[in-house]
C-alpha cells in the first residue's frame, strides 16, 4: 500500500512557474515508477509526466516536454513536477501516482494521490 499526498498547487500567472510535490508513505517508494498526469473539467484525466523507479528515466507529454520537469528523491520518498512557462491551458487538477511499471494511461497506475488545482490566469 502506498499513499500520496501532492501539495504546492495554486493561482499564478500565464508565464510563471509553480512546483508540485508529492510525499509517498511506505517503505516501498523506490519500487515504483511515479507518473504525474492532470485532468480538466470536462475532459479525460491525461498524461503528463513519469520518472523511473530510479529517476533515471523520465518521460513528457509533449504539451509540456521543454517546460516542465519531473524529478524523484528515493531517499525522502517524493517526487517533484516543476512548471515553467505555464499557460492557461495547463490549468487542471494535478494528481501524482505510483506504478509497477511506467505507463501513460491512468488504468496502468495502482495509487493516485487526491489531486491538487493548479490555476493559471492569461
Known amino acids: 500500500q502506498v499513499r500520496l499526498v501532492e501539495s504546492g498547487g495554486g493561482l499564478v500567472q500565464a508565464g510563471g512557474s509553480l512546483r508540485l510535490s508529492c510525499a509517498a508513505s511506505?517503505?516501498?517508494?523506490?519500487?515504483?515508477?511515479m507518473g504525474w498526469f492532470r485532468q480538466a473539467p470536462g475532459k479525460e484525466r491525461e498524461f503528463v509526466a513519469a520518472?523511473?523507479?530510479?529517476?533515471?528515466?523520465?518521460y513528457y507529454a509533449q504539451s509540456v516536454k521543454g517546460r516542465f520537469t519531473i524529478s524523484r528523491d528515493n531517499a525522502k520518498n517524493t517526487v517533484t513536477l516543476q512548471m515553467n512557462s505555464l499557460k492557461p491551458e495547463d490549468t487542471a487538477a494535478y494528481y501524482c501516482?505510483?506504478?509497477?511499471?511506467?505507463?501513460?494511461?491512468?488504468?496502468?497506475?495502482?495509487?493516485w494521490g487526491q489531486g491538487t488545482q493548479v490555476t493559471v490566469s492569461s
Open positions: 511506505g517503505r516501498t517508494f523506490s519500487s515504483y515508477a
Open positions: 501516482a505510483a506504478s509497477g511499471t511506467i505507463s501513460y494511461w491512468p488504468p496502468g497506475y495502482d495509487y
Open positions: 520518472t523511473s523507479r530510479s529517476g533515471d528515466s523520465t
